[in-house]
């Protein structure tokens, strides 16, 4: 019988260069395992500053994982939702383009009714001009 013992071969050239450089590349890498202990301490970290917000989101994931988005529900939340925008945020602009157009659109500075609120402070400004002298 022969002796067969294995050789060793030792890398030379650009093959042991090359895993030399990988090695230098995923030296830095954490391992999955690792990755996966950051992400958990992250998110415990973020259910105890943000207890309530934590608490939300979940029951909004367990809503949309049980199928609730096409129920009746959420199309009477979103009606809910659309109406409560259009009083906080539409409203106030219209009535502010409505009461400019109607007080300041004439563009006359000498107008014989003053708004208001102009009528307001030039009342204001002249009692604390006579309370001075």
């Known amino acids: 019988m022969s002796n067969t013992t294995p050789t060793k071969t030792t890398l030379t050239g650009s093959e042991g260069g090359r895993r030399q450089v990988v090695g230098a590349e995923t030296e830095g890498v954490p391992s999955p395992g690792d990755l996966v202990g950051q992400w958990r301490d992250d998110l ?58 109607l007080f300041e659109g004439n563009g006359n500075t000498d107008a014989a009714e003053p708004s208001p609120v102009r009528g307001a402070r030039s009342n204001k400004v002249s009692h604390e001009k006579e309370m001075e002298t």
């Not at 096409?70 to 602009?93: D, E, H, K, N, S």
């Open 44 to 101: 415990f970290g973020q259910i105890r500053r943000h207890p309530a917000q934590s608490l939300l989101v979940a029951v909004g994931a367990g809503y949309l994982a049980g199928g609730g988005l096409g129920t009746i529900l959420t199309a009477r939340l979103l009606a809910f939702g659309a109406r409560l925008a259009l009083r906080v945020a539409v409203v106030p602009i219209v009535a502010g383009e409505v009461e400019r157009a």
